[in-house]
């Protein structure tokens, strides 16, 4: 079994006035919120499929459907958790997890401390295992014309269990 295993994770969500803007576990202030069936935070669901694809376990919709009421509006970190688990449960741990946001709008670097300590704690993991880096699209495209953010992410696990 080779003991190291690379996972990447992609999401999109639309960006609607009235919802809660929820990036990385951490509310951020904004008159507009990501669209969807949870919270709707994009990046951890891209960390979530990054960690499930690390371990070949497939993807987030096939562990928590869309259209499961169980999941309707819930806070995505409980699913990072369940993710952590699972890794754990398969003989994984993470080596590192790298994540980017696209957002042309508002600015969210301020915040990465907050979502690097929650996610590092929702996958009982050291601080210092998680980055957390931002960009614009320079005004291009859905993410430039402020229509929705998108969050892709890297991760590395390793064999845990011999
Ligand atoms: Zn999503």
């Known amino acids: 079994m080779t003991p190291l295993r690379i996972g990447s994770g992609y999401d ?27 919270d709707a935070d994009v990046l951890v669901h891209a960390a979530c499929d990054a ?12 562990h928590f459907p869309d259209h499961c009421a169980a999941f309707k509006d819930i806070y995505s970190i409980t699913l990072l958790s369940r993710c952590g688990d699972l890794l754990r449960d398969n003989g994984y741990g ?5 994540a980017t946001i696209f957002a042309q709008s508002p600015k969210v670097m301020p ?6 300590r929650t996610m590092s704690q929702a996958l009982t ?11 614009t699209t320079e005004g291009l495209g ?3 014309r402020g229509d929705g953010i998108a969050a892709s992410c890297v991760v590395l ?3 845990s269990v011999k």
Not at 27 to 34: E, V
């Open 157 to 159: 696990i390793e064999r």
């Open 111 to 116: 915040y990465a401390g907050d979502m690097v």
């Open 142 to 144: 859905l993410i430039g």
């Open 12 to 38: 999109v969500h639309r960006l609607v006035a009235g919802r809660p803007l929820v990036l990385g576990g951490v509310t951020i202030p904004y008159h507009m919120g990501l669209l969807g069936h949870s």
């Open 125 to 135: 993991v050291g601080a210092d295992q998680i980055n957390i880096k931002a960009t």
């Open 51 to 62: 960690l499930l694809g690390a371990a070949g376990l497939g993807d987030i919709g096939s």
């Open 94 to 98: 993470l080596v590192n997890l790298d």
